[in-house]
């Protein structure tokens, strides 16, 4: 079964532009989660879609949106891009919400913003 | 509020020595608590989670965690550490007011051999 794959794995944006990633979840996976991973935060939650809902929000801007595709796939957008946007986001899928199973990862999508 | 701490940012252990990655949490409610790994360049690997039952318990490559309630403590350890532990180890807990897992900012493990 394949994993959770994420798109572009590498990407160089400039400030002031915008940046969508994408997430195909693991076959059968409902829910999709995003986090944003930096060296001095960890891991900070941005949001969780389940069957095309957005069922939960972190603490982060309006600049940073997501939906997600009645296929279960999801993308996130942020836009004008800034600086301190510079990070790994990940991707993660769950076979349902009731998490307390564990959450697959993809490898990342890591955003440099010049 | 819901949240986990990892008080080390690095560990360092020799090679066959027993490990331990310190993890202590605030909930409210029962906990739910996960440990992560992730090695270089990679998403997060799911280790092992503690939702009910005996105190220890036991997951992937050799790991285990013990729960202590009064502690607040999830602690990682494992009896004898490889160079191929080496990574950084995330503790997260689920928030059970909206089931958002919250992790910790990770600590990183150094086995030297």
């Known amino acids: 079964k394949a994993g959770v794959t994420q798109t572009p794995r590498y990407l160089i944006k400039t400030r002031g532009q915008q940046v969508t990633l994408s997430c195909s979840p693991i076959s059968g996976h409902r829910s999709v989660s995003w986090y944003q991973q930096t060296p001095g935060q960890g891991l900070q939650f941005l949001f969780e879609y389940f069957s095309e809902t957005q069922r939960n929000k972190g603490n982060f801007p309006g600049r940073f949106s997501g939906r997600q595709f009645s296929n279960s796939r999801s993308e996130m957008n942020v836009s004008t891009l800034e600086l301190g946007d510079s990070a790994l986001y990940l991707c993660?899928?769950?076979?349902?919400?009731?998490?307390?199973?564990?959450?697959?990862f993809g490898e990342g999508s890591r955003l440099t913003v010049l | 509020a819901q949240s986990v701490a990892q008080p080390e940012d690095q560990v360092n252990v020799a090679e066959g020595n027993p490990l331990t990655v310190k993890c202590t949490y605030s909930v409210s409610g029962n906990p739910y608590l996960f440990w992560y790994v992730q090695y270089p360049n990679r998403g997060l690997q799911f280790l092992l989670k503690y939702i009910t039952g005996d105190n220890l318990v036991k997951g992937s490559y050799g790991f285990e965690a013990e729960f202590n309630k009064s502690q607040t403590s999830f602690h990682l350890k494992k009896p004898s550490a490889l160079v191929s532990d080496s990574a950084l180890y995330f503790c997260?807990?689920?928030?059970?007011?909206?089931?958002?897992?919250?992790f910790g900012k990770g600590t990183r493990l150094h086995i030297l051999p």
């Open positions: 993660a899928s769950s076979l349902d919400r009731t998490n307390t199973g564990e959450l697959f």
């Open positions: 997260a807990v689920r928030d059970v007011r909206d089931d958002k897992i919250i």
